[in-house]
């Protein structure tokens, strides 16, 4: 199957869309007790009890990061990641069984529901893990990147997904530096200073953290934003052939 370069303005939209509408709600699942938005914050409460907390920066800023990563960064990989035949995954149920377009896009939709509802499970499993003292922090992010991974496994299977799952699950987090620095939003509890050896740089600066736990995360995030760019290819060609 042919890749283009970049995602048609279809799947561009609808990507951006979900991300700045969808992204929100379940970003918002762990939010509560992982941050603490100092700009233009949104929170929800029940009985003075936050429930959902938010930033006007993060529909903008999530709808951006579903067109890279649902969009741009995948065709990027398939045109430079050797692939397999696994990538039967996107187009039949067995590998011996062709789909027609309509059939593919049903199976991908459903792929992409799938995708989603799961990483707001994994998200929320984030909160769980964070606010009950089941386990060490190590082994509560080793669990959690398990389920990441079997999320992958049971959903998609490809190397391509893989790969860029797990470069977003190291550099997702270490994008959010520049909004913690400029004091968008702040981590209650952080547990990781990426820039703390770099001695050269002012103390404010080394001290920025964040929390690991947000890596698995990023993870799942990915492989959502990945389905859903394939649906929305498979939906726009439908009307095209239409």
């Avoid at 007790?33 to 800023?61: G, M, Q, R």
């Avoid at 702040?186 to 990781?192: E, F, G, I, R, T």
Wanted: with cysteine; glycine share 6%.
């Amino acid at each position: 199957m042919k890749v283009s370069n970049l995602p048609s303005f279809y799947t561009s939209s609808r990507l951006f869309g979900t991300g700045a509408l969808v992204g929100p709600l379940v970003d918002g699942l762990h939010n509560q007790c992982l941050l603490e938005y100092h700009k233009a914050p949104i929170t929800l409460a029940w009985n003075e009890d936050p429930i959902f907390c938010t930033s006007l920066w993060v529909p903008p800023l999530l709808g951006i990061a579903y067109v890279v990563l649902g969009g741009v960064l995948p065709r990027f990989l398939s045109r430079n990641v050797p692939t397999r035949v696994n990538d039967r995954f996107l187009t039949t149920q067995s590998p011996n069984q062709i789909l027609t377009l309509p059939e593919r896009t049903i199976l991908l939709r459903n792929k992409a529901l799938w995708a989603v509802f799961t990483t707001a499970l994994i998200i929320k499993l984030s909160e769980i893990l964070e606010t009950q003292s089941f386990f060490a922090t190590d082994r509560n992010v080793i669990l959690l990147l398990g389920c990441a991974v079997l999320q992958w496994a049971c959903l998609d299977g490809t190397l391509v997904a893989f790969l860029l799952a797990s470069i977003t699950s190291i550099g997702g987090p270490q994008s959010e530096l520049p909004f913690v620095a400029a004091d968008v939003w702040q981590y209650l509890a952080p547990d990781q200073f990426p820039l703390l050896s770099f001695q050269f740089l002012p103390d404010d600066l080394q001290q920025l953290g964040l929390n690991r736990i947000t890596g698995p995360c990023y993870f799942a995030v990915t492989m959502d934003a990945i389905a859903l760019g394939r649906w929305y290819d498979a939906l726009r060609e439908n009307e095209t052939n239409h």
